[in-house]
């Protein structure tokens, strides 16, 4: 399974972005797709998650703010921020969990300014 994410960047405070992730080389709809963010030094943490029945896990911290979305037929999850904050800076990575493997992206920047 290869993960292609797109959508970081550079946006000020009280703002906006929109992460996609598409999926490609599996046969059936993916299990459990995310997103998870790093910063320099720090573990890789959970944002958000959604299973293939949409069921959605989001971290304490984007609760509200932040919404994930998938499409099953596409193999593709959406992460949609809104009222970004500083905090939200870091590398963002793609995940999906498939036949018992996990996968990753190529991290996505977003810098949020203050």
């Known amino acids: 399974v290869q993960l292609q994410a797109s959508g970081g960047g550079l946006v000020q405070a009280g703002g906006s972005l929109k992460l996609s992730c598409a999926a490609s080389?599996?046969?059936?709809?993916?299990?459990?797709m995310g997103w998870y963010r790093q910063v320099p030094e720090k573990q890789r943490e959970r944002v958000a998650t959604?299973?293939?029945?949409?069921?959605?896990n989001y971290s304490d911290s984007v609760k509200g703010r932040f919404t994930i979305s998938r499409d099953n037929d596409k193999n593709t999850v959406y992460l949609q921020m809104n009222s970004l904050k500083p905090e939200d800076t870091g590398t963002y990575f793609c995940?999906?969990?498939?036949?018992?493997?996990?996968?990753w992206g190529k991290g996505t920047q977003v810098t949020v300014s203050s």
């Open positions: 995940y999906a969990a498939w036949r018992g493997r996990d996968y």
């Open positions: 959604i299973n293939r029945y949409r069921s959605v």
């Open positions: 080389g599996s046969d059936f709809s993916i299990n459990i």
